[in-house]
Structure formats: C-alpha cells, structure tokens
C-alpha cells in the first residue's frame, strides 16, 4: 500500500459522516481515548446482528471460520506478524494478561518476579500491585523518567536477569506509554536483552495503528497485546493477544473456546488447548467488535490510510498546534516547557501537558464543547484522521482562552 496522506487527510472526515452528523458543534481531540467510529463499523455492526439472524447457532461458524482469519490476517499484516495463526481475539487486554500470568511455571505455588516500569496503564499496574498484596507476585517496576535515562536505565535492568527478590519470571512492557505518549525506542533491542528463558508481553494499546510497528524479528519471541478502543476505530470487544509458539502453552486461567476446535474429540475430564494463539481465548464473548475491527482496517487499506501515513497526519497536526501555541503574544509562559516529554522524544499519537489544574482545564474546555482528557496532573491532547488543520487553529484559539483563566483564578 502507497500511503498518500494529503489525498487521505483531505478524505479523512468524509470516513465519518453519521459521528459528525450527531455532534455537528463538538470538537473531538481525545483520539487516544475513545476514537470516534468511522462509518463502516455502523455497517459492521448491523452485519453482526444480521448474521446472528439467519445464521443462529450457525453464526458461530461464520465467526470461526471466516471472520476470525480474516481479521487475522488484517492484524498480523499491520503488525508484521509471519503467521497470523498466533494470534487470537478477546473481550479486554486484561483478560490476556491474566492468563498469561496464569501460564507462568509456578503460578500459585511461590511469589513471581514481574519486571514492568512505572508508567502501565490501570489494568495492568492495578493487577500487579493486587497480586502483590496477596503474594502471588513481586514486582520490580523501573522509573520512566527521566527519559533520557530510561532505555539505558530499562536495559541494565533486563540484562540483569533478576533482583533481590529472584530471578525474573515475566517481562511486561508498554510500546508507548499511556501517561505521556512516550514511545519505546527500538522494542527489537530492548526484547534482545531479556534473559532467553524469561516471557516477555509488550502493552501495544497506544503503538497499534498509531506508530509503525513491525514485530518481524521479534514473533518468536514476545507476546503482543492492544485493541480497538483507540486508534484502531473499532470500539470495545476488539482486543487480540499476539502468543508466540512454543511459549507458555498450557495457561490455567483458560476459557472454553482455549479448545473450541479439539472440544468435540478431547478426552473426559482432561483440558486440552487449541494451537497457536487460540490457547489463549476465553470464554464466550460478543464478536461484534472484531466484526468492526475488520471492517475499520479493511477501509483504512482502501484509503490508502497505512499505519505511516496516520502517524504523519497526527504529527503534522501536533506540530502546528505546537507552532500555534508558541506563537508571539500566545502564552507569557512556556508551553513547549510543559510537554512531556519534550520534542527530542519520539511520541505516539497525543500530547501531554503537565499542569497542576490538568482537570480544571478539562471542564473548561468541556463547557466549551471541546472534548480532551486528564490523567492527574497530565492533559492528553490526541488528533486523528478526522482532523485538518482548521481543526487544530480552532482549538489552539480556545486553549489560548482557556488556559489564561484557569491560571487566574490559581491566584488567591
């Protein structure tokens, strides 16, 4: 595919006429959060609802056989994933980490030393700290920042194999960080460093269809977790687990569809698990999110919309909305100061701001029809294909309103 990002950025908001049609005077730019749904999911979902129609108990068929290959295929091309069999499709990213954990040799029977860092998102950094409190896991989480420090301060880590508490049992990554957009620099190196035996699952939820990511040359080694809720456009029940073969073949916590295709010939009483990626399924869920999830990045081929050309529009975007904000008589501050991180860093496909009144600029500009988000004292800016640059001066002119007051009213 030949992205062509001016033609797909001039057709980007014609993709999503029925979400601009029910918020004509919204401005979204909380990409990263909850994407706005492109017009081919309507049709995907009433295709789901279709096929649940004629087919019944038939559907299942339908759903097994064609549209899991299917969508597949569409994730381990995006991915550059050699065998779209290791992957398999689920309700939430956190229904694959626990079951990963599950599959960890002593799971239950002694305390597991989980290497992570310090920027993970709720699901898994809540997960971890609870398994803590009941022993079932030590974790060893190393400082995201200072940035500049981190990718050397990560490798000594890894490449120490273990810590006081033991040798290491499972390494757990995010690909960009979700609290700043900080993206990983060279994921290839740094799964390199891990001690061979150890598994190794990379959080991709803010690096799928945001950054270029090829998984190539680390396939056969890493497992690789994200979705559809955010850049993907296709909502929730669209999360899929990356499960290298030959890693972790037997998980505990495992649902009825881990053996949906040995069911009907499995033994009495013994659990028995599909091969590849499909070990790691759980039990049953609405498929209606894999049905948007295909339909979204079929379109996305069509337009000509690669990985590389959304990753180029946003940035173009974030650019001018930087240049807007540090134009002369704009701010008496420095905006630029308060991005995290600074401009020297790679970054996924939203930008940070820290500011101690992150969530009172958030209401304001909410009173204002304008929709952004907040992590504590972080403001999360996210642009996406529906966005031109008209866009961006539109809302450069109502944070320059905003930001102004929100710093008055501070003073007592």
Not at 37 to 44: G, L, M, Y
Not at 63 to 74: C, H, I, N, T
């Amino acid at each position: 595919m030949t992205p062509h990002p001016a033609a797909a950025a001039a057709a980007g908001k014609d993709l999503f006429t029925r979400f601009y049609a029910a918020n004509p005077a919204l401005l979204h730019a909380a990409a990263h959060s909850h994407h706005p749904w492109p017009d081919v999911s309507f049709d995907a979902q009433q295709r789901a609802w279709l096929d649940a129609v004629s087919g019944v108990d038939r559907k299942w068929t339908w759903v097994f056989g064609e549209l899991f290959p299917a969508a597949r295929q569409r994730v381990a091309d995006v991915l550059g994933l050699p065998d779209p069999a290791t992957l398999c499709f689920g309700a939430s990213v956190h229904q694959f980490l626990v079951s990963v954990i599950s599959s960890l040799d002593g799971f239950g029977r002694r305390t597991l030393n989980v290497v992570t860092t310090d920027a993970e998102f709720h699901s898994a950094s809540r997960q971890f700290i609870r398994f803590a409190e009941e022993g079932l896991v030590h974790v060893d989480a190393v400082p995201a920042q200072p940035f500049d420090t981190f990718p050397d301060r990560l490798r000594q880590r890894l490449g120490a194999g273990g810590s006081r508490a033991g040798p290491d049992d499972l390494v757990f990554l995010s690909q960009v960080q979700f609290d700043s957009g900080y993206e990983l620099p060279d994921l290839t190196g740094i799964v390199g460093v891990v001690a061979e035996h150890v598994p190794i699952m990379i959080d991709g939820y803010h690096g799928f269809m945001a950054v270029p990511t090829d998984l190539s040359a680390i396939a056969g080694r890493a497992f690789y977790s994200s979705g559809g809720y955010k850049y993907a456009m296709s909502g929730e029940n669209a999360c899929f687990l990356h499960a290298p073969d030959g890693w972790l073949p037997r998980p505990v916590v495992t649902g009825w569809w881990g053996g949906f295709g040995v069911l009907s010939n499995a033994p009495v009483g013994e659990v028995v698990y599909d091969r590849g990626g499909s070990r790691f399924m759980g039990a049953t869920f609405d498929p209606v999110g894999v049905y948007r999830l295909e339909a979204v990045l079929a379109m996305l081929d069509r337009e000509g919309w690669s990985v590389a050309a959304i990753h180029d529009h946003v940035r173009t975007l974030q650019e001018h909305f930087l240049d807007q904000l540090g134009a002369p008589g704009r701010f008496e501050g420095d905006v630029a100061g308060s991005l995290l991180p600074s401009a020297e860093f790679a970054r996924g496909n939203f930008l940070t701001f820290v500011t101690p009144r992150a969530g009172d600029v958030f209401a304001a500009l909410a009173d204002r029809n304008v929709v952004v988000d907040y992590r504590r004292d972080r403001l999360r800016i996210g642009f996406g294909i529906y966005h031109d640059e008209a866009d961006v001066d539109r809302l450069a002119d109502i944070v320059t309103e905003v930001w102004p007051l929100i710093a008055q009213s501070a003073v007592p």
